[in-house]
């Protein structure tokens, strides 16, 4: 089967670049003839405040990538359009309304000559605005079908359009794997939280969990994207100065397995979720997880077992849970039970669901 996927890949960095990526890879071992379309602007920059592209891939990067998409082109968009006429099926990897406009010009280039999917990483963005929802809707009722990523967001995606929608669990798509790590069982006394800071990721609770546990340090490590300078006063309206280090920025791939190895436990006190591939990469550098139960969180945490699970939107179960991991033995019992996951299985169901149909 010819594939082509429209996405970012490399030089452009981040989970959807993995993942589009990996995706490119898992499809050509399995024997289809694959490109992917990507991007030479993707996104104005006031719409996306970090760091877009990186000078080192994360990871192998795929041999077939075309880089003419812009988003300041609509002609290109129809161009490349008219060029995926010839495949067989073309995957629009859908990671924020605000690709619609491309999308639908992609489409109209391909005037149904090919079958198409909307891969969405999230169906509608976690902190909404008031054209997404108008926007998905038009690209989900021009696309022959839909895959989501969970059934929550397969939901919303039929509330949005009356298309065929398949549910494929978020395969792992990590950025680099360690060779291993051979730690001391002692506690360092750190916790880490890692990736893009956004508001729904909540590390306002984690810091107003901390200020409930004393002796208790953490680093946090990620972009911004906003709330940078509100961040820093409620640390040091906390107290907090002396047991935080903020690192923002981009994290390269080279500097993630000392922040993992200087930590004794990744936090995620997300208030919402869809997919994350933050729990997979905290048990592949050999970290337990303390996790919110929200999306697909709970599937990949066992409480007791990998991590310590609590209820979403709460500071004091927070730092109930992180005064638990420190009580003597739990710490070393929760990293002796952490295992790195095998992502064979993932993409082998994820790559059968979205070429069938």
Known sequence: MR??????AYPYKGG??????????RLAEAGHEVVIESWRAQYPSFLYPGQQTIDTPEGEPFPHVRRKLDWRRPDGW????RRLRRADL????VLSPVQVPAYLGILYGIRGRAATVALCHNVLPHEAKPYDKPLMKALLNKVDRVLAHSPEQAEKARGLTGKPVAVATMAPHLPARPLGRDRADEARDRLLFFGIVRPY?????LLRALAMVPGVGLTVAGEFWGGLDETTALIAELGLGDRVELRPGYVAASDVPALFDAADALVLPYRSATASQNVWLGHEHGVPVIATRVGALPDNVADGVDGLLVEPGSAEALAEAIGRFYEPGVARKLREGVRAVDPAPYWAAYVETLVAG
């Open 78 to 81: 129809v161009r490349c359009g």
């Open 3 to 8: 594939i082509a996927i429209v996405g970012p």
């Open 16 to 25: 959807g670049a993995h993942h589009t990526t990996e995706l490119a890879h």
């Open 90 to 93: 073309v995957v629009l990897a």
């Open 201 to 205: 990721k909540g590390l306002d609770l």
